[in-house]
């Protein structure tokens, strides 16, 4: 199991979670996960070798419906809850002409 | 039943008003929706009238309902007014029950306690100094304050049965699958289920059949036929053959809890049931792969949450990648915040088979000891907690050993087998304790009638906080 998180790595997630975090959040965050991480290797314990993953309790796989056309919500129901929007579309900050991070 | 609808309404909704700023259970009360529905109901011809006519139900507040909010406790959904309602909500509108109030949790149902809730805690009503438990925990509240007679929680990893075992009502976690999850806001999608609480057996089998059943909006609601759970529990329940699991009786076990468990089994035994000892032996690696899974799960749903659709969005941001991540840090509580953190970094290149694949693993074998020890009984009993409901602020510093609150629950979430809480017993300061029962999949009925047979031999249910009283 790899060893314990660094700050550069709790910053590296947090760009990841699109999560922008106070110098105080990085510290305090990483020791949290550091210590939680520390619990979770024991994992590594356990011998797998051979083990399926499960990723889903039941045996449910590839369920398919009929694509019907049916009724769903109106234009202005969808953009009801929306911070900023220009009807029928959703407003957001420039995205093109612009360095991508 | 003859009480009108609006009476039973007109009283569930006095009742908030009267005990809530107590115990603060509640985020939104619907007094003018659900007052509405009742007089609809009552203006209805009766024939035929649906089996929870007029019952005022309350909802956690992350089952989307079309009138109110539906915050999940989040200050990044504070204003959310979601365009449709939830399967299990229409659900529980067909069979004529009316939703008065959206209950508090812990923000985006995770925690242990109600403490993470983006708004105010809420309080145990059998002593206000304790949490209730979490992540249900005014949904619990409102049943076991009386409030109202049922409610609907959900559950990730615990978040119905460990409340319910903290505030002595019952609590059921149907298997994955059973009822939709159309409209609960997503969590842990391949562990997410909503379920039934209510003061005692009865009213969780009639709130069960209400809801659970196939729906085609969400691919993961199986097939299976639901059963018909009142007539199951009409009948006699035969020959009991108890699982008794030495792991769910180790360190850290509270003496009064052991008491009373232990007393519980022995009821059983005096009803003539077959106790044995089986063995779950992955059973320490539960909480490590529960939340391995839990969090990487989260990080991926709560990616949703980014400030251009719905919710809060952060002034003037720089960029739209400051728009997200300055969204998100203004939105988010501190737990969900670190859960998302824990689940990325799962996810992440070069952990992912470290962590996550080996988390995956972890919960084949943490499975596969169930299905072994289900050859020999038909039910697991266990403390539902390992100690009775903690004082605020106890864990609030500490998110490892709140994560340990749910040692003994989080395996039948993984496992995706049915699961409830009931009351087994007090301790000496009469603080709750309750009593796990954990079944095969889909034996919900089996299950029921198993924790009813207990309910029929103890009083336990039938005690009320004294809160109620005033």
Same mark, same amino acid.
């Not at chain 2, 009064?256 to 005096?270: C, D, P």
């Not at chain 2, 609150?405 to 007090?426: E, V």
């Given at each position: 199991?790899?060893?314990?998180?660094?700050?550069?790595?709790?910053?590296?997630?947090?760009?990841?979670?699109?999560?922008?975090?106070?110098?105080? $959040?990085?510290?305090?965050?990483?020791?949290?996960?550091?210590?939680?991480?520390?619990?979770?290797?024991?994992?590594?314990?356990?011998?797998? $070798?051979?083990?399926?993953?499960?990723?889903?309790?039941?045996?449910?796989?590839?369920?398919?419906?009929?694509?019907?056309?049916?009724?769903?919500?109106?234009?202005?129901?969808?953009?009801?809850?929306?911070?900023?929007?220009?009807?029928?579309?959703?407003?957001?900050?420039?995205?093109?002409?612009?360095?991508?991070? | 039943?003859?009480?009108?609808?609006?009476?039973?309404?007109?009283?569930?909704?006095?009742?908030?008003?009267?005990?809530?700023?107590?115990?603060?259970?509640?985020?939104?009360?619907?007094?003018?929706?659900?007052?509405?529905?009742?007089?609809?109901?009552?203006?209805?011809?009766?024939?035929?009238?649906?089996?929870?006519?007029?019952?005022?139900?309350?909802?956690?507040?992350?089952?989307?309902?079309?009138?109110?909010? *539906?915050?999940?406790?989040?200050?990044?959904?504070?204003?959310?007014?979601?365009?449709?309602?939830?399967?299990?909500?229409?659900?529980?509108?067909?069979?004529?029950?009316?939703?008065?109030?959206?209950?508090?949790?812990?923000?985006?149902?995770?925690?242990?306690? *109600?403490?993470?809730?983006?708004?105010?805690?809420?309080?145990?009503?059998?002593?206000?100094?304790?949490?209730?438990?979490?992540?249900?925990?005014?949904?619990?509240?409102?049943?076991?304050?009386?409030?109202?007679?049922?409610?609907?929680?959900?559950?990730?990893?615990?978040?119905?049965?460990?409340?319910?075992?903290?505030?002595?009502?019952?609590?059921?976690?149907? *298997?994955?699958?059973?009822?939709?999850?159309?409209?609960?806001?997503?969590?842990?999608?391949?562990?997410?289920?909503?379920?039934?609480?209510?003061?005692?057996?009865?009213?969780?089998?009639?709130?069960?059949?209400?809801?659970?059943?196939?729906?085609?909006?969400?691919?993961?609601?199986?097939?299976?036929?639901?059963?018909?759970?009142?007539?199951?529990?009409?009948?006699?329940?035969?020959?009991?053959?108890?699982?008794?699991?030495?792991?769910?009786?180790?360190?850290?076990?509270?003496?009064?809890?052991?008491?009373?468990?232990?007393?519980?089994?022995?009821?059983?035994?005096?009803?003539?049931?077959?106790?044995?000892?089986?063995?779950?032996?992955?059973?320490?690696?539960?909480?490590?792969?529960?939340?391995?899974?839990?969090?990487?799960?989260?990080?991926?749903?709560?990616?949703?949450?980014?400030?251009?659709?719905?919710?809060?969005?952060?002034?003037?941001?720089?960029?739209?990648?400051?728009?997200?991540?300055?969204?998100?840090?203004?939105?988010?509580?501190?737990?969900?915040?670190?859960?998302?953190?824990?689940?990325?970094?799962?996810?992440?290149?070069?952990?992912?088979?470290?962590?996550?694949?080996?988390?995956?693993?972890?919960?084949?074998?943490?499975?596969?000891?169930?299905?072994?020890?289900?050859?020999?009984?038909?039910?697991?009993?266990?403390?539902?907690?390992?100690?009775?409901?903690?004082?605020?602020?106890?864990?609030?510093?500490?998110?490892?050993?709140?994560?340990?609150?749910?040692?003994?629950?989080?395996?039948?979430?993984?496992?995706?087998?049915?699961?409830?809480?009931?009351?087994?017993?007090?301790?000496?300061?009469?603080?709750?304790?309750?009593?796990?029962?954990?079944?095969?999949?889909?034996?919900?009925?089996?299950?029921?009638?198993?924790?009813?047979?207990?309910?029929?031999?103890?009083?336990?249910?039938?005690?009320?906080?004294?809160?109620?009283?005033?």
């Amino acid at each position: 199991m790899p060893g314990k998180i660094d700050e550069k790595q709790v910053r590296h997630i947090a760009h990841l979670a699109r999560l922008k975090l106070t110098d105080a $959040e990085v510290a305090r965050i990483g020791a949290q996960l550091s210590g939680i991480l520390e619990y979770v290797e024991k994992l590594g314990e356990l011998s797998t $070798e051979g083990v399926e993953p499960t990723a889903h309790a039941l045996p449910v796989c590839n369920v398919f419906r009929d694509d019907v056309p049916g009724a769903w919500f109106a234009p202005e129901a969808a953009l009801a809850n929306a911070p900023e929007k220009d009807p029928p579309f959703f407003k957001v900050p420039k995205v093109l002409d612009q360095e991508t991070a | 039943m003859n009480a009108s609808a609006a009476g039973q309404v007109s009283e569930a909704l006095a009742r908030i008003r009267r005990l809530d700023p107590h115990l603060r259970c509640v985020l939104t009360a619907l007094e003018e929706d659900a007052s509405a529905r009742a007089a609809a109901l009552d203006a209805a011809p009766p024939t035929p009238r649906g089996p929870l006519f007029g019952v005022p139900v309350a909802v956690k507040d992350n089952i989307c309902t079309s009138s109110g909010a *539906t915050t999940c406790g989040s200050k990044i959904l504070a204003d959310f007014r979601a365009p449709y309602a939830a399967h299990v909500i229409e659900r529980l509108h067909e069979a004529g029950a009316v939703v008065v109030a959206k209950t508090n949790l812990d923000e985006f149902a995770m925690g242990s306690s *109600t403490e993470n809730s983006g708004f105010f805690p809420t309080r145990n009503p059998w002593d206000v100094e304790r949490v209730p438990g979490g992540s249900s925990g005014g949904s619990i509240v409102a049943v076991a304050a009386r409030l109202v007679p049922y409610a609907l929680g959900s559950e990730t990893g615990g978040s119905i049965r460990q409340p319910a075992s903290f505030c002595g009502v019952c609590g059921l976690k149907p *298997t994955y699958g059973r009822v939709s999850r159309y409209g609960l806001v997503a969590f842990a999608s391949s562990l997410d289920q909503v379920g039934p609480v209510a003061v005692d057996v009865p009213g969780v089998v009639r709130l069960l059949g209400a809801i659970a059943g196939r729906d085609e909006r969400d691919s993961t609601s199986v097939g299976e036929p639901v059963p018909d759970y009142e007539g199951m529990l009409a009948e006699s329940p035969g020959r009991i053959r108890i699982g008794y699991a030495r792991e769910y009786f180790g360190e850290g076990l509270h003496p009064e809890t052991r008491k009373a468990t232990e007393a519980a089994i022995e009821v059983y035994r005096k009803l003539g049931a077959d106790v044995r000892e089986i063995s779950l032996p992955h059973s320490a690696y539960t909480i490590a792969c529960y939340y391995i899974v839990c969090t990487a799960e989260a990080s991926s749903n709560l990616a949703r949450f980014d400030g251009v659709r719905y919710g809060h969005r952060t002034k003037e941001p720089a960029d739209y990648i400051d728009m997200y991540s300055a969204t998100r840090d203004e939105g988010f509580g501190p737990e969900v915040k670190r859960r998302i953190m824990l689940g990325t970094y799962a996810l992440s290149s070069g952990y992912y088979d470290a962590y996550y694949l080996k988390a995956l693993k972890a919960r084949t074998l943490i499975k596969s000891d169930f299905l072994e020890a289900f050859k020999a009984c038909d039910v697991i009993v266990s403390p539902t907690t390992p100690t009775p409901a903690f004082r605020f602020g106890e864990k609030a510093d500490n998110p490892l050993e709140m994560y340990l609150a749910d040692i003994y629950n989080c395996a039948a979430n993984l496992a995706g087998i049915p699961a409830m809480s009931i009351p087994c017993g007090f301790t000496e300061s009469g603080l709750p304790i309750g009593l796990q029962l954990m079944a095969p999949h889909f034996a919900e009925g089996r299950l029921l009638q198993i924790a009813h047979a207990y309910q029929k031999a103890t009083e336990h249910h039938l005690r009320k906080p004294p809160i109620c009283a005033e």
